[in-house]
């Protein structure tokens, strides 16, 4: 397909484990963003991705989240030892350059038990 | 604190009228500023965009206003139809950079 992808799109886990989302961005963007948008919340930055270098990490709420994206591609977003204030809806964007329109992906929805 | 504000968290219109929704933001580093529309289970779809060299975007049935001493914009739907039903972001952005700041999103209802 031609849009950013994400997977899976729903995931349950409990508290304390880890998860991984992973991100497919539109084949030819260098510039990967992920979001999250918690219950009754706007869209909150995560991580910037320019190729695999991420030089914005500020918007990751602790150390239990990281990410990486590997051949300038795919991104995965794992957060280790899952709390129940991490269920929130994942939201991968990509654009072509830094500063034009980002197209989002359809969004992971992780919830902890 | 939050940069970007959409005081109404939903609005109700009826089709073929206007339908209009509000953003004001609080920095004044922002000049590019942007639409979002999202329906259920699916990712934001860009709508329509606005420099702050502007102060009035158009592109179809929606028309996008800065006022930029106001710190407001607001987008114009008309004349609304029922598949526009969705929840609009309003996205601001300091010029040259990624970082989006988006608001907490208005959910349009378009009444048949």
């Known amino acids: 397909g031609a849009g950013v992808s994400q997977s899976p799109s729903n995931k349950v886990t409990e508290k304390g484990k880890d998860v991984e989302l992973r991100c497919d961005p539109i084949?030819?963007?260098?510039?990967l963003y992920w979001y999250r948008q918690s219950l009754g919340q706007g869209l909150e930055f995560l991580i910037y991705?320019?190729?695999?270098?991420?030089?914005?990490k500020s918007g990751l709420p602790s150390d239990r989240f990281s990410a990486e994206r590997t051949g300038g591609s795919v991104s995965t977003l794992t957060i280790q030892r899952t709390q129940q204030e991490d269920s929130a809806v994942y939201l991968c964007?990509?654009?072509?350059?830094?500063?034009?329109?980002?197209?989002f992906g359809p969004g992971t929805r992780l919830t902890v038990l | 604190d939050q940069q970007v504000k959409q005081n109404s968290p939903s609005l109700s219109v009826q089709e073929g009228r206007i339908s209009i929704l509000n953003c004001d933001y609080t920095?004044?580093?922002?000049?590019?500023f942007l639409w979002y529309k999202k329906y259920p289970a699916e990712g934001p779809t860009f709508l329509i965009s606005?420099?702050?060299?502007?102060d009035k975007n158009e592109d179809g049935r929606f028309t996008v206003f800065l006022n930029k001493s106001a710190k407001h914009l607001s987008l114009h739907i008309v004349p609304s139809q029922p598949g526009d039903s969705a929840v609009y972001f309003c996205?601001?952005?300091?010029?040259?950079?990624?970082?989006?700041?988006f608001g907490t999103g208005t959910r349009l209802k378009v009444l048949a």
């Open positions: 964007a990509s654009s072509s350059v830094v500063d034009n329109e980002q197209f």
């Open positions: 996205a601001a952005s300091p010029s040259g950079t990624y970082k989006y700041i």
């Open positions: 606005i420099s702050s060299i502007k």
């Open positions: 084949s030819g963007h260098t510039a």
């Open positions: 991705f320019q190729g695999n270098s991420a030089p914005d």
């Open positions: 920095n004044s580093m922002f000049d590019y």
